[in-house]
């Protein structure tokens, strides 16, 4: 079964700084589909970016950009010019290219410090 | 805006009570989930539908039951409602040949 990982329950930033939240996954799949979703005080769950494995280039939007090491199964979350509407809970999530589920880590609470 | 909608956003109720979250989007997907979220454990897929007459468990459907009484509208419900069923709720939707999922709202339901 797949599993992703946050190590970092929590993470700190400074307004305007750059943060990295980690994220790894285990699967014997070569075709999947990787995800940050952020969730703030709403609790709405908001999708900040995707990622397909079989795309070498990293994806970016706007501040948000990632660094995925396929062969590590690394997928990592770069915020830069961290603004304080960036706080929020972020889970990263797996979904397998040939299956349906969202598979979620258990999410890293950031805060952002004015 | 084409959205993913849950009533009630907040339920309070006593164990042994019956209770049914609703969804509805008008996204036009037909594709439609029910996750559950606790603290610390992330999100976890209770039941998911990919059409109006498809209905298929999760990983954690014990002490659900859902119904998919439209392409816009997928209902959970839990029978008997427990303490240990307090958590947020969420619906999902995308669409056949999409990966993303797209969230409701949330519902939280407290069972005292």
């Known amino acids: 079964a797949q599993t992703v990982t946050q190590s970092q329950p929590e993470m700190s930033v400074q307004e305007a700084e750059t943060v990295t939240l980690s994220c790894t996954y285990d699967?014997?799949?070569?075709?999947?589909?990787l995800f940050w979703y952020k969730q703030p005080p709403s609790r709405q769950m908001i999708l900040v970016i995707r990622?397909?494995?079989?795309?070498?280039q990293n994806a970016t939007e706007n501040r948000f950009s990632v660094n995925f090491q396929k062969a590590a199964k690394s997928f990592s979350l770069k915020i830069s010019d961290s603004q304080l509407g960036d706080a929020a809970m972020y889970f990263c999530?797996?979904?397998?290219?040939?299956?349906?589920?969202?598979?979620f880590g258990k999410g890293t609470l950031l805060t952002v410090n004015p | 805006d084409a959205d993913v909608t849950q009533t009630p956003r907040n339920r309070i109720t006593k164990t042994g009570k019956r209770i049914m979250l609703e969804c509805s989007q008008t996204?036009?997907?037909?594709?439609m989930y029910w996750y559950r979220q606790d603290p610390g454990l992330g999100l976890r897929l209770i039941y998911y539908?990919?059409?109006?007459?498809?209905?298929n468990k999760g990983e954690i459907s014990d002490g659900y039951s859902v119904s998919r009484q439209a392409q816009a509208k997928f209902s959970l419900s839990l029978e008997s409602a427990i303490p240990n069923q307090t958590a947020l709720y969420f619906c999902?939707?995308?669409?056949?040949?999409?990966?993303?999922?797209?969230f409701g709202p949330g519902t939280r339901l407290t069972v005292l």
């Open positions: 699967t014997s799949e070569s075709d999947y589909y």
């Open positions: 539908s990919f059409d109006v007459k498809d209905i």
């Open positions: 999530a797996y979904r397998g290219g040939s299956n349906y589920k969202l598979t």
């Open positions: 999902a939707t995308n669409r056949e040949g999409r990966s993303e999922q797209f």
């Open positions: 996204k036009g997907h037909d594709r």
């Open positions: 990622q397909e494995a079989y795309k070498q």
